[in-house]
């Protein structure tokens, strides 16, 4: 669940995809990647992928392989999003045979563009397994890299874990252990509260919601911003 990265490098930090291939290689242009091989390089520099690569967007198989072989190629860095979190406990099952995040009719619908874009049997096994060896935290001494929070307990947690990746039989962890599972919750969802019973809101899919995010980043002392920006989204997709 670890990507130590090299402190003698540079990195590209570029926020979720969503699917969005056109507008993820249009940054990679204007950042001076050019295609090589059929691999996206910028000879002094390496991007690093905060996760949510799927979901939402018309191209999100084309969005996939672009990641997946910079990544396998030893080009790029990918980190597992809360969308591919999903993804992967929707589709792996604990010891009763019910998968770890229930298949309710709206998180199936959240899910329904990656399951037609994964229509190939063959790809869908591929990329699931891609993404279940998908670290959740990359850092070094000088950066930190996380897709939602990097919240110090919950990281410790993370790090003393002996879980490596986040496949059947480390999900199965996960869920026997609720602390752990709070902290990578945190790790790639941020930490939320509980709104009182007579309010809610409605997300951007109308999806009614008990449950707000915080703002973590305000609650910082103005001395820790320059920290908490190091690692949060130094570069945007934006469209």
Not at 88 to 116: A, V, W
Request: net charge negative; charged share 25%.
């Amino acid at each position: 669940m670890i990507q130590l990265l090299d402190k003698h490098k540079q990195y590209d930090i570029i926020g979720d995809i969503h699917g969005h291939y056109d507008e993820l290689v249009s940054l990679l242009k204007n950042l001076g990647y050019s295609l090589q091989n059929g691999i996206w390089k910028n000879g002094d520099r390496t991007p690093v992928f905060v996760g949510d690569y799927i979901d939402r967007g018309p191209k999100i198989m084309e969005t996939l392989k672009l990641v997946r072989d910079l990544t396998e190629s030893g080009n790029g860095i990918a980190l597992m999003g809360n969308h591919e979190y999903n993804f992967i406990c929707m589709h792996n099952y604990d010891s009763d045979g019910k998968p770890f995040r229930k298949r309710s009719e709206g998180n199936l619908k959240s899910i329904n563009q990656t399951l037609i874009a994964l229509e190939s049997e063959n790809d869908f096994y591929s990329y699931l397994k891609w993404m279940e060896q998908l670290p959740v935290i990359a850092f070094n001494d000088s950066l930190r890299v996380v897709h939602a929070q990097w919240h110090h307990p919950s990281i410790e947690l993370i790090l003393s874990s002996s879980i490596k990746t986040l496949d059947q039989n480390g999900l199965s962890q996960v869920f026997e252990n609720e602390t752990l599972k709070n902290a990578l919750d945190i790790t790639m969802k941020g930490q939320e509260v509980q709104l009182p019973e007579t309010h809610h809101f409605f997300d951007k899919d109308n999806k009614s919601r008990g449950e707000a995010r915080l703002k973590w980043w305000n609650q910082l002392p103005s001395n820790k911003m320059d920290d908490a920006f190091a690692w949060i989204l130094i570069l945007m997709l934006i469209y």
